[in-house]
């Protein structure tokens, strides 16, 4: 007997400030996550530091996701697949720690996130619904 799904999966598209990591993204960022996990080899990091675009050319990426490595959008990756979990090693690459790394997809600085992390994270209050906005 299938599993009858609790809320429609469009709700997960619904959220303000969130990309909720589903399957779709998933294979939307397959290439893009294959390229981040070859920096975690030396030789790989060097590479791409010499010729970036040469190496992005290696993996089958979308020009867009290649364009939002060179420019080093996470925000705009994240919409195109990307995970953070990935991604920080992008931002490893480039000496960033994954705080400051994750503090650019939110608008806020390093230290402004880390310290809304330590008092427990967004406030629940606020909008709610991307949908329900206007």
Same mark, same amino acid.
């Given at each position: 007997?299938?599993r009858?799904?609790?809320?429609? /999966?469009?709700?997960?598209? #619904?959220?303000? *400030?969130?990309?909720? &990591?589903?399957a ?7 290439y ?5 996990m070859?920096?975690?080899k ?8 010499a ?10 990426m979308t020009?867009?996701q ?7 959008? /996470?925000?705009?990756l994240i #919409?195109l697949? *990307?995970?953070?979990? &990935?991604?920080?090693k992008l931002?490893?690459?480039?000496g960033?720690?994954?705080q400051?790394?994750v503090s650019?997809t939110?608008g806020m600085?390093?230290e402004?996130?880390?310290?809304m992390?330590?008092?427990?994270g ?6 709610r619904?991307i949908r329900?906005?206007?």
């Open positions: 007997m299938p009858k799904r609790l809320y429609p /999966l469009e709700d997960l598209e #619904d959220i303000p *400030g969130t990309k909720v &990591f589903t779709r993204r998933s294979r939307q960022g397959y893009l996550h294959k390229f981040c070859s920096l975690m030396a030789e790989n990091r060097e590479e791409f530091k010729d970036e675009r040469a190496y992005l050319d290696k993996f089958k020009e867009e290649k364009q939002g490595v060179l420019d080093r959008d /996470l925000g705009k #919409d697949g *990307g995970n953070m979990y &990935f991604l920080v931002a490893s690459t480039d960033l720690s994954a400051k790394a650019t939110s600085s390093a402004e996130y880390a310290q992390m330590l008092e427990g967004r406030s629940p209050e606020g909008i619904s329900d906005k206007n």
